[in-house]
């Protein structure tokens, strides 16, 4: 097979066999390059005023999306590109956004009960505890032990406990998560 | 049968046997690097993943957080970064209107603004070290309160990981001034320094939303 580098061209390389390019103009480069300036300002000035906590997030949210989706069309070029590279992008977002929403509903009905891991999610009255422990002290490492043991930090001389249940007898196995589970569920129903 | 578009006089050298054109080849280069952006957010977006599940659990701390960083040194950097895209956009342009002094001066300014943006991590990161603010369980900083180890676990992530990336930026950019001092890029291939291009804007774009969602929750 032929090689290009075989070739012979002619001479002088006519333009006509390069793709055809889009040059932006520098006044778009530098439009979008005061428009991000002023968008950083905003988003400054936006958290000096104080909104309460959800808001801030979607306003400060909505001012980055602005920027990043500026940065995409023009210096990304996406605008002039095929539409293939937005849709590429664009899928990457909506997979981002289906990881986000499903360990968010995750988190949002875990309850009170990490069945899996059959232990007790830190419950508001040990959060308390430890909240009142780190208020007083003022001190990370002496009230680490008000925090519930493996939490979200495990303590590495914690050895969990199953209740023996590793033998392979999965219905008592199981049996006896159920049980677990009810006491769990029968606190919580008291507890709140 | 041999290559009949390799006949074409009108083919630039540069285009691969295997490509129908020069457009070809730089939609296909370009292609990939989008698929490998792709992987880059999904990459980031299990950082950014953790930040909203402990934000959402943690408010109180996100705010107490957010004081002990320096909104100034995040928003010098945050302007830092953003005309370090410009000019690499500017470099792409001088590509395309085949300007090789233009290009050399606009990748040294965008190398130089990576740069800057490190060095102003540096102190920030210094400053912090100094006052024993260390992530997770290394967390020696008397005086606050909140599960403020685990917002600084994931403040050291999200900005290593995007440090490590400016780094790499600064390599490859480095690179593309050497080749641009060899004199490439002047014959419409300058598919590479686009490239190169997208992924800086991808470091600026999760700069652009790691600013507020660090510096700025109140």
Redesign the interface.
Known sequence: ?????N?S??AG?????????H??P?SV?LG??GA??VL?VV??V???L?IP?PW?LVV??I??IT??SL??S????LVW??R??TV??L???F??LV??TL??VD?LSRGMVDEINDQDVMLEEQKAVW?SC??EK????ACKDKLPKGY??KDPNYVEDHGGGHGGDHAKDDHAKDDHAKDDHAKDAGGH | MANAHAHDPNRPAWVAHFFQSGEQQIESAKFGMWLFLAQEILFFSGLFMAYVAFRWLYPETWLAGADQLDKVMGGINTVVLITSSFTMALAVRAAQTKNPTALKINLLLTILFACGFMVVKYFEYTHKFHLGIFPADHYAYAGSTGLMPVFFAIYYCLTGLHGIHVVIGIGVLAWLLILAQKGRFMDGNYVLLENVGLYWHLVDLVWIFLFPLLYLVK
């Open positions: 097979m032929a090689t290009p580098k070739v061209h002619s390389g006519s333009h006509a066999g390069e793709p055809h390019e040059i932006t520098l480069y979008v390059f991000l300036m950083t988003t400054v936006i958290s000096e104080g906590e801030n400060a949210m001012v980055a920027k990043a940065v995409c023009v210096f990304m070029h590109d095929k293939l590279n590429v992008l899928g990457a977002v997979f981002m990881f986000f360990t968010m988190l909240q780190m208020d003022q001190d990370w490492a979200w930090f």
